[in-house]
């Protein structure tokens, strides 16, 4: 298997002196096309900062995020962007839709910021797989939690990005709810064969996955 | 400090932000009503202390007052103080251009016109009289106090002047000469009552009457005004015999139409500061439920988060008020200073005495009223903006801010939402922008109401154009017409009828004035004295003196005309016939009321020493600039000539090449210079005094627009500031999601034409709409000489200009203040 995204000794740090917090410590990970992995850690690990990272959404200290070959912080604000939108998709503890836009236009989101034709019959078959084919038109403020979630890894599936990173999906919900989310997320992204790596605190949620990676105080200790 | 206060101040210190935005918004309150008023009743009360040094104590002047009805004035209870000034005759020169009008006073008419001799004292005995050295030089007397100088003047009686004599008189005293006196070469040397009765027959004497009117304390300057109206009819006085003093009144009574005006400026600076500082509180209260239902979760009580709420808005009103007040009193002042050494008074003795009030420090320009009205209403504005955010935050519950995701409002939930099934950036501000409907109409209101003002008050400026009021008075670039005087028996020559028979505006010197440099045409009008009426006069002599002018407009004259027609038309046949008259509807409204188009009537016109008359027909009525068709009646000039057989060429409208104006006013002026009853008026002359009169009107009007852009400006920042603060996190998802800053700029970009478009939009139609019922409005009450429709295209543009310039610049630092954050932080935003 052809290794996807890998960190070359990755370094971010807050603050300096007696307050410096060693986010990142020379963290040097590899994740493989198509396997599920699960960050876990305490909380103030530094697990959401390296997945920060490894989306591109903060730049660190020293080191290299790099995927499929590239070295993404050798992109400039503009290409990371443009990168961040067609490689990666984003999943978030509290969902982050935009109230403005009904469920469908949520999850096109990402083609229409690329100025891509919508593929149709791909996001509609996504959007029966995640169950919400009846509600396209409703707004997110009418949506239960379980629904939101499922409509933001709708979203994070619909440009079909090779890596999906997912910051505790599932941090907000209830646990039936949170088992049926992660299934549907797994089921997914075997699918459209994606790559995912999701924070999680859950070891239940942790045992679903490929393989457990354990980080504490900004190093990846397993 | 309790835990209120200090929860208060740490929110101070944690929305930053927000309060600056507040501050300003405040600071910028306190300041409009600071220095608004510091500037209009510093102006105001500079102006009063010179009008008291220097003017009249008394409230008006009746004109043209016979000998009986001011010895009735005297006993009559209506007046405090009656004072009486007669013109008894005037120094005679022999030149035109000097006038000396030799005056009496009685002892209060001398008090009240606050007389001062440089030396000497006034004339008891009828051979006595106060000159002024400049009077003298002109008339060619040489002479000091106890000097006996010989005199020849000309007895006036009824306005007419008389045979020439001469008087020995002995100075008895000396007056200073105010510069415009030697300049226009005007005096006024005074002879005592008995000098009058001797020359003036008993019941011919023509008074002025200065006079105070008796229990007028306490009443408006409109009352005092009417009064005087009211009793100057009862003695059967003419309106354009009655003069009220208004500096005075203004200075020393209130002026209703005044201060309303002021009190209606300053509830608009109120309204906008409310709507401003409410907007923003509104806005950020959003983001801050989840705050304020922790604080009820653990427990604390509506009345303490409203308490909350409180404290904070007035922590940041505490530093603001003081600093906009303190600016506004500065920038008040300064504006004062400015405003009087420019000197815009249309009286330049006033305006130099206000420059000395001020230069000594005798006017107290900083009024304890104006900081405490500034500062209570200032704080009241933000209480007012407060009451609502303070009950909104009252109301959250603690489930509420659990349950709160952002975006929901009211009770009314829209569920679903049509949508698009393509997405861009465009659409994405559609959606945005449509999310809260009423939010974004109102905003585009409450940034159009400014710019709604803006665009009218911008209107009546351009309508108040110093161009169109000086063609009121010249048509072209040079105007020669004919100087005369009636009434005077030393001059007979220079009486219209007399001129008519010799006329000197002749072919030969019109051609000579052709022949100048760059005189490109000459328009010729006729004019002569006459009367319409409805009903044919016996006898063919007439008083002359109740004539009024008749014009002779040529073909070009006629058909400029046109576009003036208000009724009837100028092809009515009888104008083809030379029967034909025009007037215009003012003068039908005041003379001849009841008069309509069509009516046969009866023209009578003076023609040398002969008066005509004929039967004419009222063609049209024409609302028209005077100097087109006159102040009374036209008709085709050769229709007029035919009436007449002498000579009655009046005016020369005279167009030169551009550039070529003064030369050519030179030369005309050196070629009519020796006829003595032909005067000359230039285009840049007469609009260099209509600038003049209209400056100080434009100022106050700019500065108006002025108040209102910067209010507006105000508004936009605050608006699209507002609107990137609360979706910070919205924005920051989004950009993680892979928008990338480009389009985030492109995006806020077109959120800001959308409101600018919004806010042009409504300021420049409504704005339009409502200054153009302005100028009508004007137009119809005749203020300011408004008479032609101008749109305020350079304002226009300008608001415009920078609108789109404002909008460009926040959407440029909101992206650079937007930068500073990291992503994670904007994502994290509010959480």
Same mark, same amino acid.
């Given at each position: ?6 960190? !070359? ?11 410096? !917090? ?13 396997? =599920? ?45 443009? =990168? ?37 019959? =791909? ?35 619909? =440009? ?63 | ?30 300041? @409009? ?99 002024? $050295? ?45 510069? %415009? $006196? ?19 027959? %008993? ?43 208004? %500096? ?94 420019? $000197? ?34 200032? *704080? ?43 997405? /861009? ?20 209101? &409450? ?5 709604? *003002? ?23 670039? +040079? ?36 022949? #100048? ?39 070009? /004259? ?25 007037? /215009? ?7 001849? &009321? ?33 100097? @087109? ?25 005279? /167009? ?24 000359? %008026? ?80 409504? $300021? ?29 295209? #350079? ?12 909008? +460009? ?23």
């Amino acid at each position: 298997m052809e290794t996807i995204l890998k960190t !070359v000794d990755l370094v971010k740090y807050y603050g300096d002196g007696e307050s410096q !917090v060693k986010a990142i410590d020379h963290t040097s990970i590899e994740v493989e096309n198509g396997e =599920f992995v699960a960050i876990v850690g305490r909380s103030g690990s530094g697990k959401s900062t390296l997945l920060h990272m490894l989306g591109g959404l903060d730049r660190p200290d020293s080191g290299e995020v790099i995927i499929g070959g590239k070295n993404i912080f050798s992109l400039k604000d503009e290409q990371l962007a443009v =990168f961040r939108r067609r490689k990666i998709g984003f999943i978030f503890q509290d969902y982050n839709l935009i109230p403005a836009l009904n469920v469908w236009e949520n999850i096109i989101l990402p083609l229409g910021l690329d100025g891509k034709k919508v593929n149709k019959d =791909f996001v509609m078959d996504i959007v029966k797989n995640i169950g919400l084919a009846e509600k396209l038109k409703s707004l997110p403020s009418t949506l239960s939690g379980g629904q939101k979630q499922r409509v933001a890894i709708a979203r994070a599936l619909a =440009f079909r990005p090779a890596i999906i990173l997912a910051d505790e999906p599932t941090g907000n919900l209830d646990s039936k709810t949170e088992m049926e989310v992660i299934s549907l997320l797994k089921t997914c992204v075997s699918k459209y064969a994606q790559t995912l790596v999701m924070i999680t605190h859950d070891e239940t949620i942790a045992q679903m996955a490929d393989r457990v990676m354990i980080i504490e105080d900004g190093k990846v200790v397993r | 400090m309790n835990i209120i206060t200090t929860t208060a101040l740490a929110n101070l210190k944690k929305n930053k932000s927000r309060n600056i935005l507040i501050g300003i918004a405040i600071l910028l309150t306190a300041f @409009l009503l600071t220095m608004l008023p510091t500037t209009v009743m510093g102006q105001m009360s500079l102006r009063f202390q010179a009008v008291s040094k220097l003017y009249s104590p008394v409230h008006g002047v009746y004109r043209n007052v016979d000998e009986e009805s001011a010895a009735q004035m005297s006993r009559d209870e209506t007046f405090e103080t009656v004072g009486l000034r007669e013109q008894a005759g005037r120094m005679y020169s022999g030149d035109r251009h000097i006038t000396a009008v030799m005056m009496v006073y009685d002892e209060t008419a001398r008090k009240l016109s606050k007389i001062v001799l440089k030396e000497g004292t006034f004339p008891k005995k009828a051979d006595e009289i106060v000159v002024s $050295s400049g009077c003298l030089k002109a008339m060619g007397l040489k002479g000091g106090v106890g000097d006996r100088i010989k005199v020849p003047y000309q007895p006036m009686r009824k306005g007419k002047l008389l045979k020439a004599a001469e008087k020995e008189f002995t100075i008895t005293g000396m007056t200073e000469d105010a510069p %415009e $006196s030697l300049e226009k070469g005007f005096y006024a040397p005074m002879v005592s009552e008995a000098f009058a009765k001797e020359i003036i027959p %008993e019941g011919e004497h023509t008074y002025e009457v200065y006079f105070q009117l008796r229990a007028v304390e306490g009443m408006v300057t409109e009352e005092i005004e009417e009064r005087i109206k009211l009793t100057g009819e009862r003695y059967g006085l003419t309106e354009g015999d009655i003069a009220e003093n208004s %500096e005075y009144l203004l200075a020393n009574y209130v002026d209703v139409a005044l201060y309303t005006g002021l009190g209606a400026l300053l509830a608009l600076i109120v309204l906008a500061g409310i709507l401003t500082i409410y907007s923003i509180y509104y806005v950020s209260m959003l983001d801050k439920i989840q705050e304020y239902g922790r604080l009820r979760a653990i427990g604390a009580t509506r009345r303490q988060i409203r308490r909350i709420v409180f404290r904070e808005g007035f922590a940041v009103a505490a530093i603001a008020v003081p600093a906009g007040i303190i600016l506004g009193l500065i920038s008040g002042i300064l504006l004062i200073k400015a405003l009087v050494n420019v $000197s815009l008074s249309s009286d330049p003795v006033l305006g130099e005495e206000m420059k000395v009030i001020l230069a000594n420090g005798e006017a107290s320009l900083v009024k304890w009223w104006i900081i405490a009205f500034a500062a209570a209403v200032s *704080l009241l504005t933000v209480y007012v903006s407060l009451l609502r955010p303070m009950h909104k935050a009252g109301r959250i519950t603690a489930i509420q801010a659990l349950r709160y995701q952002g975006g929901q409002k009211g009770k009314k939930k829209r569920r679903d939402r049509k949508g698009y099934d393509e997405l /861009s950036i465009p659409r994405l501000t559609a959606s945005n922008l449509g999310r809260n409907k009423r939010r974004t109409a109102v905003t585009i209101m &409450a940034l159009g109401v400014t710019g709604v *003002l803006f665009v009218a008050a911008a209107t009546l400026c351009s309508c108040m154009n110093a161009e169109d009021i000086t063609r009121n008075d010249i048509r072209r670039d +040079i105007k020669v017409c004919i100087d005369s005087e009636m009434d005077d028996e030393m001059h007979p020559e220079w009486a219209l009828s007399a001129i008519q028979q010799n006329n000197p505006m002749t072919e030969e010197l019109r051609s000579k004035v052709g022949g #100048i440099d760059g005189v490109t045409s000459i328009e010729t009008s006729l004019l002569t004295q006459g009367k319409l009426s409805d009903e044919k006069e016996e006898g063919e002599k007439s008083e002359t003196d109740e004539l009024c002018d008749i014009k002779g407009l040529d073909a070009a /004259s006629m058909k400029e005309l046109e576009q003036y027609i208000t009724d009837g038309s100028l092809d009515d046949p009888s104008l083809k016939e030379g029967t034909g008259v025009i007037v /215009s509807p003012s003068t039908m409204k005041e003379m001849h &009321a009841g008069w309509k188009v069509g009516d046969r009537l009866f023209l009578k016109v003076m023609d040398g020493r002969e008066i005509r008359q004929r039967e004419v027909v009222l063609a049209a009525t024409a609302e028209a600039p005077p100097s @087109l068709m006159g102040y009374y009646a036209a008709m085709p000039k050769d229709a007029l000539q035919k009436l007449c057989s002498s000579d009655i060429t009046y005016l020369w409208d005279i /167009s030169v090449e551009k550039g070529k104006e003064d030369a050519a006013a030179k030369e005309v002026e050196e070629l009519i210079s020796d006829v003595e009853i032909l005067q000359m %008026e230039t285009f840049r002359e007469i609009n260099k005094q209509s600038e003049n009169a209209i400056r100080l009107v434009l100022l106050g009007c700019y500065g108006l627009l002025s108040v209102f852009g910067l209010i507006g400006i105000l508004n936009l920042i605050n608006t699209m500031i507002n609107s990137v603060h609360v979706r910070k996190k919205e924005l920051g998802m989004l950009q993680a999601i892979g928008m990338s800053g480009r389009q985030t700029v492109y995006m806020l970009q077109l959120e800001g034409i959308f409101y600018t478009a919004g806010t042009l939009a409504v $300021s420049l139609g409504l704005g339009s709409i409502l200054g153009y019922a302005a100028y009508l409005w004007a137009k119809d009450g005749g203020i300011m000489s408004i008479r032609v429709y101008h749109y305020p295209v #350079i304002p226009a543009v300008c608001l415009t200009v920078i609108v789109l310039a404002v909008q +460009i610049l926040i959407t440029y630092f909101v992206n650079m203040n937007f930068k500073k954050l990291s992503l994670i932080d904007r994502i994290r935003f509010a959480e």
